[in-house]
């Protein structure tokens, strides 16, 4: 029974080692089936404990394996080719046409404040209110431009990370070394973009923060 | 005493559309001496070979900072008295704190309305 013992454990280890020099990366339906030949040969060796404990090695590979599968099928590679550029594509689109759009009313405002400027009294204070409130809700296109950007940079995050996943479960690519993220300078720090407005600081706010100051 | 509003106004910021509002609302409080950069490097530039009596510069803009362009204006001997607004998205305290240790004499938050940069601009040139 020894020797058989020792005839099995090499066996073994031969086809561990086979194993890794063809595959380097986890491939978790080859490691399901060396633990169900383990499971297999070893079984009138082990107690029920270490049985019980290899079944769920076992089962453990099994959900792997299904996890892969449903990773697979949900197309992930798609989200990386196909939907994350389009949706960026889509948002620069969304700034490219408002900024085209928010010019026109500039010039249209532009051409008002001109007129205005060739009439007198009530009428001429009347237009340069009107258009004085046009040029203030025109800058929404810088708040909108910088609050997509935020969600541009958001998308490629997630892209970088939905192809790290591929490559850890897929076996098209190798796995992708890991980036660390990048130190930011305390001046890089600062730069946020425009908050979310329940959680920006209002101008009032700012004044007595400046005159705390003085 | 009046504010010289024949004087030169440099406007800063990377959004074409913005700096196109600025002037505009400053045409109408009559400024009209409105001159423009796009980044603080072509800023920085204009300001040493100009003569500019307020600067009014947004802050993320690449590859000069607003906050940057400020800290090399106050280092500046010929610029250092210049008054200097940030208008700005960025909202939060350390921004401000950081802004006001650069040396800035005002600081508008985006979105704002004519009547702020109106209040902001009499205040900083009344103080000048």
């Not at chain 2, 307020?54 to 500046?76: F, H």
Request: proline letters at 4%.
């Amino acid at each position: 029974m020894p020797d058989s013992h020792a005839r099995r454990d090499v066996l073994l280890a031969e086809r561990l080692a086979e194993i890794r020099a063809n595959r380097p990366q986890m491939d978790t339906e080859l490691i399901a089936e060396v633990v169900r030949a383990v499971l297999t040969t070893m079984s009138d060796d082990l107690s029920v404990h270490d049985t019980a404990l290899l079944l769920e090695v076992e089962e453990l590979g099994r959900t792997i394996a299904a996890a892969k599968q449903e990773i697979a099928a949900l197309k992930v590679d798609d989200i990386t080719g196909c939907h994350i550029p389009f949706a960026t594509d889509e948002l620069d689109a969304i700034v490219a046409h408002t900024a085209t759009a928010t010019n026109a009313i500039l010039e249209s405002c532009e051409t008002l404040d001109t007129v205005a400027s060739t009439v007198a009294g009530e009428a001429a204070d009347r237009l340069q209110d009107a258009t004085t409130r046009i040029y203030e809700a025109c800058s929404f296109q810088d708040i909108t431009g910088q609050r997509i950007s935020k969600v541009v940079t958001t998308l490629k995050t997630i892209e970088e990370k939905v192809a790290r996943i591929i490559a850890t479960f897929g076996h098209k690519t190798a796995a992708l070394p890991a980036v660390p993220s990048a130190a930011l300078t305390p001046e890089e720090e600062l730069l946020n973009g425009p908050q979310l407005p329940q959680q920006a600081m209002h101008q009032s706010d700012i004044d007595k923060l400046l005159a705390s100051f003085d | 005493m009046p504010i010289d509003k024949s004087m030169n106004v440099l406007i800063v910021d990377d959004y074409k559309t913005m700096l196109r509002i600025i002037r505009n609302l400053l045409k109408q409080i009559e400024f009209n001496n409105v001159e423009e950069a796009s980044d603080g490097a072509e800023a920085l530039s204009k300001l040493r070979t100009g003569n500019y009596g307020l600067v009014i510069s947004d802050w993320n803009m690449a590859p000069m900072t607003g906050l940057q362009l400020l800290q090399e204006v106050r280092a500046d001997s010929r610029l250092k008295q210049t008054p200097f607004i940030m208008i700005t998205a960025e909202s939060k305290t350390e921004n401000v704190v950081a802004a006001k240790a650069a040396g800035v004499s005002n600081y508008i938050v985006k979105p704002f309305n004519a009547e702020t940069l109106r209040d902001k601009i009499e205040k900083v040139l009344g103080h000048a």
